[in-house]
Nanobody
């Protein structure tokens, strides 16, 4: 069993920065891909970014390219989301997720087997 715990959310002014962390625990943690998704009230959960666990490959939603950076520390079983130039429309609950199997559909939430509890990010205007 894998457990994912996010941290680092909070309230920030527009233009500000936040860094989210997602720490994984479990007997053996070796995912194929780690992703970040977000969900705003009244909207569906959407893909934000993802990173391969053992390859230098990352993916980004167009709206966050150039502002958000995903990274990982394999030794700590932790993935990070550095968010800069935050906008009010980035306000959402952010979830990290672990995908265990090879997939090309990294933007699809159903490809991920394990999810964290979510952390709230609120960006004021």
């Amino acid at each position: 069993q894998v457990q994912l715990v996010e941290s680092g959310g909070g309230l920030v002014q527009g233009g500000g920065s936040l860094t989210l962390s997602c720490a994984a625990s479990g007997r053996t943690f070796s995912p194929y891909v780690m992703g970040w998704f977000r969900q705003s009230p009244g909207k569906e959960r959407e893909f934000v970014t993802a990173i391969r666990w053992t390859a230098d490959v990352s993916y980004y939603q167009d709206s966050v390219k150039g502002r958000f950076t995903i990274s990982r520390d394999n030794a700590k079983n932790t993935v990070y989301l550095q968010m800069n130039s935050l906008k009010p429309e980035d306000t959402a609950v952010y979830y990290c997720a672990a995908g265990l199997h090879t997939t090309r559909a990294v933007i699809v939430s159903s490809e991920y087997a394990y999810w964290g509890q979510g952390t709230q990010v609120t960006v004021s205007s």
